[in-house]
């Protein structure tokens, strides 16, 4: 890939975000077919909405619980769809494109992130909600390739640039997904036979659902970082914007919270060769996202 790749026939177009959207379902080509493009405007309000209702913002990406009309709590349990918050996917893209190595060899194009590339990265993460029982396979690569014209909006990328920005989406909506399913398979059966937890006071899974997620999602942005008084200070200050539906106050967290930490690394999605072949063995991009947003791996204390 190499600028010679610029399309100046797309020069002309209008520089702004009003041509896109990126809540667009690229596979049925329907306008804010993402839940979330249909249920923000119904709860708090825009960006505030995902982290009033318990979204978990991190490496790992946002998660927000999306019912009919409107948005959940993270923790709100099984039944509840949880899809990917593309607002903070959109900032965090913002922020980490500049370092991609695709970016950097196009970079004397004259690309920027709201024109060209933050197209590319919402239609990968749409297209990773709207196909989440598939890998990245050829074959998928091939039907995004023939639908990016159709979704592109004022981008000047061709498919080939646009493809491994929309990758490297995917790589981070699946492994959001992925990491939140693994923490709830590893502890819900589990967490009612943790020496912190009390029969007596009537919380269920759905009220420590948040508190395990909040460590796992901790332990992804300080894979190396050992429980200390300084990182619980760090994360007894924000657990109210991230508790979400649950009732759980930081003094009945904070061990479930620790407790996920901990045992981050063995939540078995990221032990399974499956997963880490299909998803990054045979894209360089991912492999550094990989080793970016890793979850677990680190010390135990």
């Known amino acids: 890939m190499n600028a010679s790749k610029h399309d100046p026939s797309r020069d002309s177009a209008d520089t702004s975000t009003q041509g896109r959207d990126l809540n667009r379902d690229p596979i049925t080509k329907a306008p804010g077919a993402h839940p979330v493009g249909v249920g923000v405007g119904t709860a708090v309000g825009g960006a505030a909405a995902g982290a009033a209702a318990g979204a978990f913002f991190g490496p790992i990406g946002s998660l927000i619980g999306v019912v009919a009309g409107g948005i959940a709590g993270a923790a709100a349990g099984k039944g ?5 918050d593309p607002t903070g996917e959109i900032d965090y893209w913002r922020e980490a494109h500049a370092e991609r190595p695709y970016v950097a060899e196009n970079r004397e194009a004259g690309y ?3 024109r060209d590339y933050a197209a590319a990265y919402g239609f990968g993460l749409q297209a990773r909600e709207a196909n989440q029982d598939r890998h990245w396979d050829e074959g998928l690569e091939g039907d995004l390739g023939r639908d990016w014209d159709k979704h592109r ?7 080939e640039l646009a493809r491994p920005a929309a990758r490297d989406a995917w790589d981070r909506a699946d492994r959001t997904h992925r990491t939140y399913q693994a ?14 937890y009390d029969a007596n006071a009537g919380y269920g ?9 909040y460590g ?3 332990r992804s942005r300080n894979d190396d970082r050992l429980w200390d008084e300084d990182l619980e200070r760090e994360l007894a200050r924000d657990w109210e914007q991230r508790r979400g539906t649950s009732r759980l106050g930081w003094a009945e967290a904070r061990h ?8 981050s690394s063995s939540y078995d999605s990221y032990d399974n060769p499956s997963y880490r072949d299909n998803a990054y063995d045979e894209h360089p991009a991912g492999n550094a996202s990989r080793d970016a947003l890793k979850v677990g791996g680190g010390p135990r204390v």
């Not at 509840?80 to 990917?84: G, L, P, Q, T």
């Not at 590893?186 to 036979?193: I, Q, V």
């Not at 899974?205 to 997620?213: E, G, K, L, N, W």
């Not at 479930?256 to 045992?263: G, I, L, W």
Request: glycine fraction near 2%; charged fraction near 40%; charge should be negative.
């Open 80 to 84: 509840v769809a949880e899809r990917i």
């Open 112 to 114: 920027d992130y709201d």
């Open 153 to 159: 909006g004022d981008s000047r990328l061709d498919w």
């Open 183 to 196: 923490v709830d398979r590893h502890h819900e059966p589990r967490h009612t036979e943790a020496d912190y």
């Open 205 to 213: 899974y759905d009220d420590y659902r948040a508190a395990y997620r």
């Open 216 to 218: 796992a999602q901790a």
């Open 256 to 263: 479930a919270v620790r407790d996920a930490y901990d045992a």
